[in-house]
Nanobody
Framework: QVQLVESGGGLVQPGGSLRLSCAASGRTFSPRAMGWFRQAPGKEREFVGI????????SYAESVKGRFTISRNSDKNTIYLQMNSLKPEDTAVYYC???????????????WGQGTQVTVSS
């Protein structure tokens, strides 16, 4: 069983920055990838980005490319989402996930955190 705990959400003005963290624990933690997803009110959960655990390569949704960066600390089993140049449309609950496939599909991830709210508003 893998436990994921996100932190770092909050309220930020447009153009501002936030950094989210996701700490993983559990004896069976050995994912192929860890990802960030988000869900806005009334919308489906969508892919934000992933980091492949083995090599550390990343992939991003087009909507966040160039603004968001995923990194990791393997020793701490923790990943981060640095979000810059935030826009009101980035407002959502952000979830981290761990899975055995490095894909953009929500259904391919079997461990999820509880989510952290990010609100971008003036």
């Amino acid at each position: 069983q893998v436990q994921l705990v996100e932190s770092g959400g909050g309220l930020v003005q447009p153009g501002g920055s936030l950094r989210l963290s996701c700490a993983a624990s559990g004896r069976t933690f050995s994912p192929r990838a860890m990802g960030w997803f988000r869900q806005a009110p009334g919308k489906e959960r969508e892919f934000v980005g992933i980091i492949r655990w083995g090599g550390g390569s990343t992939s991003y949704a087009e909507s966040v490319k160039g603004r968001f960066t995923i990194s990791r600390n393997s020793d701490k089993n923790t990943i981060y989402l640095q979000m810059n140049s935030l826009k009101p449309e980035d407002t959502a609950v952000y979830y981290c996930a761990a899975g055995r496939l490095a894909t953009m599909a929500v259904g391919d991830y079997d461990s999820w955190g509880q989510g952290t709210q990010v609100t971008v508003s003036s």
